[in-house]
C-alpha cells in the first residue's frame, strides 16, 4: 500500500489546512493515522481513524482543532486542522495498518505503511 501526502505549506496562527492522505490501493481495510514530526521531537501521533466503525482517536495537543475523516471510495483520509498555532509546526506523515486502536493511537513502530510526508509551517 503506497500513500501519498498533500496539502501541507505555510499557515498563520489561527489558520487552518486540511492535509490528504490518498492509497495506492483501497484504504478501506486500514486504519490510518496521522503523526507529526517537529525538529528535535520525537514523532507524535496526533489523530486516528478505524477502518471497522469510523471510530476516531486524538491526542490532547489537537483535541478539539484537528478532524480526521475519511472517504474510502476515493481511498482518501483527510486531516482539516483549525485554530493553528507554531506548536503545530512539523513533518505531518500518514500511517495505515490492520490494526484497531484500543484507547489512544499506537505509537510509530506499530503501523506497517507510511507516507513520505508533508511540511506544515505555522508562522505569522
Known amino acids: 500500500l503506497k500513500l501519498v501526502e498533500s496539502g501541507g505549506g505555510l499557515a498563520q496562527p489561527g489558520g487552518s489546512l486540511r492535509l490528504s492522505c490518498t492509497a495506492s490501493g483501497t484504504i478501506g481495510y486500514f486504519t490510518v493515522a496521522w503523526f507529526r514530526q517537529a525538529p528535535g521531537k520525537d514523532r507524535e501521533g496526533v489523530a486516528a481513524i478505524s477502518y471497522t466503525d469510523g471510530s476516531t482517536y486524538y491526542s490532547d495537543s489537537v483535541k478539539g482543532r484537528f478532524t480526521i475523516s475519511r472517504d474510502d471510495a476515493k481511498s482518501t483520509v483527510y486531516l482539516q486542522m483549525n485554530s493553528l498555532t507554531p506548536e503545530d509546526t512539523g513533518v505531518y506523515s500518514c500511517?495505515?495498518?490492520?490494526?484497531?486502536?484500543?484507547?489512544?493511537?499506537?505509537?510509530?513502530?506499530?503501523?506497517?505503511?507510511w507516507g513520505q510526508g508533508t511540511q506544515v509551517t505555522v508562522s505569522s
Open positions: 500511517a495505515a495498518d490492520v490494526l484497531v486502536p484500543l484507547y489512544t493511537i499506537p505509537g510509530p513502530a506499530d503501523w506497517q505503511h
